[in-house]
């Protein structure tokens, strides 16, 4: 099946520092969401993507959807000890079973005070 | 409140017993879906189900099986053929296509020994 390759597997930042975390894919995907895990829990939309070269803002998040549709971006700027988790990419290509959805490994966030 | 729940949260049984795993949703959602979280490796699909009375098998479906009597509930039995049955269960639900986007339970924990 489909694969996407989420980089990188984990980050150790300062509070405060921007984070960045991208996913690829070499397939072409028609939708890019983002979700956050925090221990124990289950995944959380943070933000959906529908239309390539879409910037989406959700507070101090902002996601692209890349212009080739077979990548999208997360950025987080001014990080704080909450944004700790693991942070998922998905991505939806046509047709496909279970509506089509591929997610990747996680970017594992650690952020030391 | 609206929502997924899954229960229980913990889950311990002995090697050679089936187990159930519960996830009921009151979003009105027509799909759902039950995952399996390994460390490292992402969401891996088990199970789905697009409307009620009828499921389709994901990716690693081998040593589960799955119900949906009702479309508020879509319970996941790890049945003795499953070899490494210790994992973190997800289950999310999704509004009827083409809109809106999958989301998740709390999770259960099950460990097999």
């Known amino acids: 099946g489909q694969q996407l390759n989420q980089s990188p597997q984990s980050m150790f930042i300062q509070e405060g520092e921007d984070v960045s975390m991208n996913c690829t894919s070499s397939?072409?995907?028609?939708?890019w969401l983002w979700y956050k895990q925090e221990p124990g829990e289950g995944p959380v939309l943070l933000i959906a993507l529908y239309k390539a070269g879409e910037l989406t803002s959700n507070g101090r998040l902002t996601a692209q959807f890349g212009i080739t549709r077979k990548d999208s971006f997360l950025n987080i700027s001014a990080s704080i000890p909450s944004d700790v988790g693991i942070y998922f990419c998905a991505g939806r290509s046509s047709g496909g079973g279970a509506d089509g959805l591929t997610f990747g490994k996680g970017t594992h966030l650690i952020i030391q005070p | 409140d609206g929502g997924i729940t899954q229960s229980p949260k913990y889950l311990f049984r002995k090697e050679g017993q089936n187990v159930t795993l519960s996830c009921e949703q009151n979003l009105n959602h027509d799909a759902m879906y039950w995952y399996r979280q390994d460390p490292g490796q992402g969401l891996r699909l088990i199970y789905y189900?697009?409307?009620?009375?009828?499921?389709q098998k994901g990716d690693i479906a081998e040593g589960y099986s799955v119900s949906r009597e009702k479309k508020e509930s879509f319970p996941l039995t790890v049945t003795s053929a499953q070899k490494n049955p210790t994992a973190f269960y997800l289950c999310?639900?999704?509004?009827?296509?083409?809109?809106?986007?999958?989301?998740f339970g709390p999770g259960t924990r099950l460990t097999v020994t």
């Open positions: 999310a639900s999704r509004p009827g296509l083409p809109s809106g986007e999958q989301y």
């Open positions: 189900s697009q409307i009620v009375n009828d499921f």
């Open positions: 397939s072409i995907f028609n939708t």
